[in-house]
């Protein structure tokens, strides 16, 4: 890791930077495959398979089976579907916290409003499949989908893994599709003659996909959040493990290469515990290659003070923030710009990625300054419903012809003088 000691407050910035990508260049060379989509389909999907991922589409069927989905239980251990319906009661029970409650409010007198959730009819769900089968982010998507009501989720990953299948039935998914990359959000957004068209697409994946969410959205395409690379800050003093920490870092270097890791300290003593002992979990990561790339690129900044940190970090908005000091829950009320925010030596970012219940899409690239992470809302449209009697109207009519005269929008005022000369004339 880079050390970093004492910046100064105008070196934060260029310090904090995410790494620049050609998104320009990902962009030119994205839109021929939205295009290719759009304009033919299935057959398109089916050439770009064999060009990009090697798979005969012919030969598998673009749609995964309910058979095939059926047999995905029996391929699983009994621990690892323990695991994942554990995670999906968890996960349930926190999103399922989120529904509100329908509240008529008076205004004044006999004028009524009020506001409802529903769900967006169409929802598309992107898995990705490439280095790791990310099953758990089918519950993260698939379970607020189905709290929502969504009446059409589709699901499209190119990791044809038991695992994600399993998990995609015990969310109601039945439509799941053997497509991946820029043509999967294609497929989503512009319909093919297998794939249903979506009013709205969610979900993780490389910065092709990202791209590709990014050219649709200009289109029209409700999407979930802009996204980059996965990230971590963990800020820690004299209280936290070193061995939690580093732990917690390579848990996101892990990811990939383009992970981003940061450190912030008071100590100087943690962090030579946490340089020691970084080189000896490292060595023995299966992805150690990966996540080694990763921790090249990052940073451990010492600050002087908690103020500092604390400055620091809601710059840096990082989409996971994990706060190994004492009085964690103190200090998390002075974040206000972070994704999702762990407490404490004891809950690991890996807690949240899976099963504690949060859900683990969250905004990336510093856009927790502005946007949430997926929660039920993302699912749901809200509609407001207003009613007004006639007594109501008398009382609120003089407002609305005001206004509207004042604005020289004269038929929005006879709208309402029209009904008040009716009510004069009973």
Known sequence: MQLIPFPDRSEWPALLAR??????????????????????????????????????????????????????????????????????????TFHAAQKQSVEKIETMPGVTCWRRSVGIEKVGLYIPGGTAPLFSTVLM???????AGCREVVLC????HPAIYFAA????????????????????????????????????????????????????????MPAGPSEVAVYADDTAIPAFVVADLLSQAEHGADSQVLLVTTS???????????????????RRDLAAQAIQNSKAILVETQDEAIDLLNQ????????????????????INAGSIFLGNYTPESAGDYAS???????TNGFARAYSGVSLDSFVKKITVQSITPEG??????????????????????????????????
Do not use: C, W
């Open 141 to 147: 998507l698939g379970v607020p989908a189905q709290l």
């Open 357 to 363: 219940g949060t859900n683990h899409t969250l905004p």
């Open 157 to 160: 990953t190119p990791g044809n």
């Open 268 to 286: 100087k003593k943690l962090l030579s515990s946490v340089n020691l002992a970084l080189s000896t979990q490292l060595d023995r990561l299966p």
């Open 19 to 92: 790494p620049v990508q050609s998104s320009a260049q990902i962009e030119t060379a994205v839109a021929p495959i939205l295009a290719q989509v759009k304009a033919g389909g299935d057959a398109a999907l089916i050439e770009l398979a064999k060009r990009f991922d090697r798979v005969d589409l012919t030969a598998t069927g673009i749609q995964v089976t309910a058979e095939e989905l059926a047999a995905a239980e029996a391929q699983l251990s009994d621990e690892l579907k323990a695991a994942i319906r554990q995670a999906y009661a968890n996960i349930r």
């Open 169 to 224: 039935q015990l969310v109601g998914i039945t439509k799941v599709f053997r497509v991946g990359g820029a043509q999967a959000i294609a497929a989503m957004a512009y319909g093919t003659k297998t794939i249903p068209q979506v009013y709205k697409i969610f979900g993780p994946g490389n910065q092709y996909v990202t791209a590709a969410k990014m050219l649709v959205a200009k289109e029209g395409m409700a999407i979930d």
């Open 316 to 335: 840096y908005a990082a989409e996971h923030l994990i706060l190994s000091v004492a009085d964690a829950e103190a200090i998390a009320e002075k974040i």
């Open 393 to 426: 109207l008398r009382r609120l009519g003089p407002v609305v012809e005001a206004m509207a005269e004042a604005e020289s929008l004269d038929a929005h005022k006879r709208a309402v003088s029209i009904r008040l000369k009716a009510l004069d004339e009973l």
